[in-house]
């Protein structure tokens, strides 16, 4: 990969990725506006956890200092945690002017994306996407996310979206930008919360060598862009559609009417939700989590083993 004046590769990340050895890459805006303290800071530390047990190393992305960072230290970990939402959400448009300032970011999954595939790193593990949001029609608010799958050759995995997407036209985007939807062990778009969406995927695939060897195909044939892998929530932890589905709508009608526009949409969502469902969501949305760091994990040493 082409050396990067602004990029720091953790030395663990930096000597797995020389090596040929699997990396998974995190995003941070799940720690800082994803999340509540400290559940946020303990997730972020358990999947790193995960992500180790099983023979990967992980890289938490962020902008630290005006650094872009692949891998972070326990404590900066910490730090993007216990600052939550003072810390600036970091999309495609705002990397110059954070970089330029010295300024800290949370890194979304688009400069995730691209951050990792500076670095060099090919697999992502996330909660969800960013998509169209319902009503784009009118407010043509579509996430930065959608865009930079269609560019960057990173594989994303990910629960699927949550509906306070519409859902039907995310994957009328993604399927115009040539993005493919696998769906790990269904013919479903999963729903982030419910494993279930009414939605059809473009492929199933069953296991972390399929994966791997599509994306490895993709690579080699010099494809741009990259995959997002939607993997259900376990049954277990699945919520009940109704309950969830009624939060969601209350949530997107009070954006409304508080006329919440921008990157404020998200993270305005995202709280409103927990709050609405008493925390019940949160404890599926850390299992999911680690549910999609365990694929990640698998995944990228498929990959690896297929690259080296
Ligand atoms: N959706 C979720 N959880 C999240 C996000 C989205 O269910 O944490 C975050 C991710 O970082 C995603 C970003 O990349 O929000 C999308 O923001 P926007 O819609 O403003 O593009
Ligand atoms: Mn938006």
């Known amino acids: 990969m082409e050396s990067n004046r602004y990029l720091d590769i953790a030395p663990e990340v930096k000597s797995a990725l020389d090596a040929g050895r699997p990396v998974v890459a995190l995003e941070s805006t799940i720690i800082s506006h994803g999340m509540p303290y400290p559940q946020n800071r303990d997730t972020a530390l358990e999947v790193e956890r995960i ?3 099983l023979g990967a190393v992980p890289a938490t992305v962020a902008i630290l200092g005006g650094r872009l960072k692949a891998g972070l230290s326990e404590a900066e970990i910490d730090y993007l945690a216990r600052t939550g939402s003072g810390v600036a959400k970091a999309s495609r448009r705002d990397l110059p002017v954070l970089v330029a300032k ?3 970011g949370a890194t979304t999954v688009t400069t995730t994306m691209m951050i990792a595939a500076m670095a060099g790193i090919e697999v992502f593990a996330t909660g969800g996407i960013g998509g169209v949001h319902r009503g784009a029609e009118v407010t043509m608010d579509i996430s930065a996310d959608l865009e930079e799958l269609a560019e960057t050759p990173v594989m994303v995995i990910c629960a699927g979206a949550k509906s306070i997407l519409d859902l039907g036209l995310t994957l009328e985007y993604l399927e115009t930008k040539g993005v493919p939807v696998i769906g790990y062990g269904t013919d ?6 419910t494993r279930r969406s009414g939605f059809g995927v473009d492929y199933r695939l069953d ?4 994966l791997a060897k599509a994306f490895h195909v993709k690579r ?8 997002l892998v939607t993997n259900p929530i376990p049954e277990e932890y699945s919520m009940d559609a109704d309950v969830i589905n009624k939060a969601i709508d209350e949530a997107v009608a009070e954006a409304k009417t508080q006329g919440i526009h921008g990157k404020a949409t998200t993270p305005f969502l995202l709280a409103r939700i927990k709050e609405l469902t008493g925390g019940d969501s949160l404890e599926s949305n850390i299992q999911l989590v680690y549910n999609n760091a365990r694929l990640a994990a698998k995944t990228a040493v498929a990959l690896s083993d297929l690259e080296r």
């Open 102 to 104: 010295g300024a800290d």
């Open 51 to 53: 992500i180790r047990d």
């Open 220 to 227: 080699e044939m010099k494809l741009r862009g990259g995959m």
């Open 207 to 210: 296991t972390p060598e399929e």
């Open 188 to 193: 479903e778009l999963p729903a982030f919360y």
